[in-house]
């Protein structure tokens, strides 16, 4: 499984970004939840927002519940993540994450598969 995002880029506190994950090996991701992390400079990476793969039950961190929201193309095998009300603390490089067997998708642990990641850089 490999994972490609994309999307990033620098934007006004308030302004708005789509980041998105195409993810490839496999013909369908059926059974698996796919995630979205950020690390902060200095900080650890955090969960963001998750979704499983089967049936679009969504997972958001308190932090960017309301502002967020996390979907999947089926057909096209991508993830998006649609950041609105930016604000500078969301400053961070986003990873895109994929669970073969998800237990606890808000924990790192549970995703075998990550992408590279994409900056984003919200200016105030």
């Known amino acids: 499984v490999q994972l490609q995002a994309s999307g990033g880029g620098l934007v006004q506190t308030g302004g708005s970004l789509r980041l998105s994950c195409a993810a490839t090996g496999r013909t369908s991701f059926a059974d698996y939840a796919m995630g979205w992390f950020r690390r902060a400079p200095g900080r650890k990476r955090e969960f963001v927002a998750a979704i499983s793969w089967n049936y679009p039950n969504t997972y958001y961190a308190d932090s960017v519940k309301g502002r967020f929201i996390i979907s999947r193309d089926i057909d096209k095998n991508m993830v998006y993540l649609q950041m609105t009300g930016l604000k500078p603390e969301d400053t961070a490089v986003y990873f895109c994450?994929?669970?073969?067997?998800?237990?606890?998708?808000?924990?790192?642990?549970?995703?075998?598969?990550w992408g590279q990641g994409t900056l984003v850089t919200v200016s105030s």
């Open positions: 994450a994929a669970a073969p067997k998800p237990t606890y998708v808000r924990q790192e642990y549970d995703y075998d598969y």
